[in-house]
C-alpha cells in the first residue's frame, strides 16, 4: 500500500476541530503491515483505492480504483463505500457509510485497517503494533509466534509436573476450492468467521491460534487425549453446522482434526504438533470433516 504524503496535524486548532483526539488508520492485515496514516480532518474527504493517485492506495486487485472515502462531518469521522465491486466493510459488516469507532476494524479487498481514535495516537500506535506482534490481523486470534512460545511454556510446565496436553491441529477441508471457486475474499471471510465462532468457545486457561494459512491449533492445558477428541468433535461439528454465506452464496466448510498429545520426550511444540500432524493427516485419509488422535 502507499500513502498520499499525509499531514500530522497538531497545535489548538486541530484539537478544536476534533475534540482533542488524533485519528489515524493502521493497516493490520495486507500489504505493509503496521504502516500508518494520519487522517486530517480539514480535507473534504480521503479515498482509499488501487488507482496511485488515491489518497490511501492499496496494492490489492480485490480493492476497486475508487474503493471508499474517509470524511470527517460534525465532529464525526465517517466511511463511504464508493459503490465498489467487492464492498468495505466495518467490524464485519458491509455498509454504505457508517460512522467510525475508536477500534473499528475496515476490510477493504484483503486489506485489513484498524481506526484509532485517542488524545495520544502515537502510545495507541505502538500498542497496536505490539498487537500486531502477538495477533494474526485477520482472524484477531493469537499468531503462532505467541502459540510457541506459549506451548514451550506449557511442555515444561508439564515435563516438570507430569501433567497432561493436548494440542488440536485442524485445517479447513478443501480450502482451496473455496478460494478458487468463490474467490479469495470468501477465504478470508471463512477464516474470520470461523475464528470467531470458535474463539467464542474457549475457556481463559486454553490457547486457540493461527498457525498458517488455513491452519489453526488449540492448546489444551491439563487436558487428556480422550477428553481432547471430546472438545474436537464440539469444534467439528460446530463448523458444520454453521451456516457461512458470502456474497449471498452459502459456502460449504467442514474441518478435519488432529489430536495430539503430549508425551515425556517431547521438549519442543514441534513435536506435539507434529503429533497432532499425523492425526490430522489420518483424518484426512479417511474422507474429511471428522477428529482423529
Not at 63 to 82: A, K, N, Y
Request: proline fraction near 3%; aromatic fraction near 10%.
Amino acid at each position: 500500500m502507499r500513502g498520499a504524503q499525509t499531514r500530522i496535524m497538531r497545535g489548538s486548532a486541530f484539537d478544536a476541530d476534533t475534540g482533542g483526539a488524533h485519528e489515524i488508520l493502521v493497516t493490520i492485515y495486507g500489504s505493509r503491515i503496521g504502516y500508518k496514516v494520519d487522517l486530517d480532518p480539514t480535507r473534504p474527504s480521503t479515498v482509499v483505492g488501487r488507482d496511485l493517485d488515491a489518497d490511501i492506495s492499496v496494492d490489492d486487485e480485490s480493492v476497486s480504483r475508487r474503493h471508499c472515502r474517509l470524511m470527517f462531518l460534525d465532529g464525526v469521522w465517517f466511511i463511504e463505500d464508493l459503490r465498489s465491486t467487492n464492498g468495505t466493510y466495518v467490524a464485519g459488516s458491509p455498509i454504505t457509510r457508517a460512522p467510525l469507532r475508536d477500534g473499528d476494524l475496515i476490510k477493504v479487498g484483503s486489506t485489513i485497517f484498524k481506526f484509532l481514535s485517542t488524545s495520544n495516537v502515537e502510545a495507541a500506535y505502538y500498542e497496536e503494533i505490539y498487537r500486531m506482534a502477538i495477533f494474526d490481523g485477520l482472524t484477531q486470534i493469537h499468531n503462532r509466534r505467541y502459540f510457541e512460545e506459549y506451548t514451550e511454556r506449557e511442555i515444561s510446565r508439564c515435563r516438570r509436573h507430569e501433567r497432561a496436553l493436548s494440542l488440536l491441529l485442524f485445517d479447513v477441508d478443501k480450502f482451496k476450492r473455496i478460494n478458487d471457486r468463490y474467490g479469495h475474499l470468501s477465504g478470508d471471510y471463512v477464516l474470520r468467521t470461523m475464528a470467531a465462532e470458535i474463539a467464542g468457545r474457549m475457556r481463559k486457561e486454553e490457547l486457540f491460534a493461527r498457525y498458517a494459512g488455513d491452519e489453526f491449533v488449540i492448546v489444551l492445558p491439563e487436558t487428556s487425549t480422550e477428553d481432547a477428541s471430546r472438545f474436537a468433535e464440539i469444534v467439528r461439528k460446530m463448523v458444520d453446522e454453521y451456516d457461512f454465506e458470502f456474497d449471498g452464496r452459502a459456502l460449504p466448510v467442514t474441518i478435519s482434526v488432529g489430536v495430539g498429545a503430549f508425551t515425556p520426550d517431547m521438549v519442543s511444540p514441534a513435536q506435539l504438533v507434529a503429533a497432532a500432524d499425523a492425526a490430522l493427516y489420518r483424518a484426512k485419509e479417511h474422507g474429511r470433516n471428522r477428529v482423529s488422535t
